[in-house]
């Protein structure tokens, strides 16, 4: 059943619609929106197939959702799946489930307590991610927390302040998803002011003020004010410029 009027869109049930601009869009069943999407609120409690672009204030996926276009959104809130075939635009994104995307996301703030791969870079103004997850390119931020709950992977950091450690506390509903007998994160470059590594693997990693903690292999480490590389840490080759 389709119900439409002016202001609303709402798919319950198995639903088709054609895109278009509205206030409210919610999708209850199983739904498909042919063409780009403008609206207040985008909901999903269902399965939703957008076959276009998403522009919004506010978006809520407690379902399933696949976006063949760009999502753009001031707050988007993941507690189901999400995947993106194009960007992702938002100054808060909320990911409490699973998220993909195949090109690259911009926003002012990005909080992970779930999973996510990002097929291109990451670039935001404060990172905080807390489970596990994959950038396939840069992941660029003034402030970077990482608190590594399974095995994650970037290419390269780069920031002002950079914190990685592991998760102490264990998060109920990432241990359904995540392996976390392997909780290290990997990267090429890590490049920032200050820059705090546990458990850690990376190539070369440079900073004003850089502390390697336990579990960290690095080949190479390039400092110009302060250097501290725990004893449970192997650092092939340090200089200070």
């Known amino acids: 059943m ?6 609303d869109l709402i798919l319950s049930g198995h639903s088709e619609s054609g895109g278009g601009s509205f206030i409210k869009v919610e999708i209850n069943g199983h739904g498909a929106i042919h063409g780009d999407v403008e609206c207040e609120n985008f909901k999903c409690n269902g399965s939703a197939k957008i076959h276009g672009d998403i522009s919004s204030r506010q978006a809520v996926i407690n379902g399933s959702t696949k976006v063949q276009g760009d999502f753009s959104s001031d707050e988007i809130k993941i507690y189901g799946d999400a995947a993106i075939e194009g960007h992702a635009f ?8 699973h998220a993909r995307t195949k090109q690259s996301i911009k926003g002012d703030h990005i909080l992970l307590a779930g999973m996510m791969k990002v097929a291109g870079d990451c670039e935001v103004e404060k990172a905080e991610l807390n489970g ?5 390119g840069l992941l660029n ?12 992977s970037v290419k390269d950091i780069g920031g002002e302040v950079i914190t990685v450690k592991r998760n102490r506390h264990p998060i109920l509903h990432l241990d359904k998803l995540i392996k976390t007998l392997s ?10 002011d200050v820059v705090k590594l546990q458990y850690t693997k990376a190539k070369v990693v440079r900073g004003n003020t850089v502390e390697i903690g336990p579990g960290c292999e690095i080949e190479y480490v390039e400092y ?6 725990s004893e449970k840490a192997v650092v092939e080759k340090s200089e200070k410029l």
């Open 2 to 7: 389709v119900q439409t009027s002016k202001r």
């Open 90 to 97: 938002f100054q808060k994104m909320e990911i409490n489930g």
């Open 132 to 136: 596990a997850f994959t950038i396939d």
């Open 141 to 152: 931020a003034d402030q970077v927390e990482i608190s590594l709950h399974g095995k994650s």
């Open 183 to 192: 909780k290290e994160l990997q990267a090429n470059v890590i490049e920032g």
């Open 224 to 229: 110009s004010t302060d250097l501290q590389v």
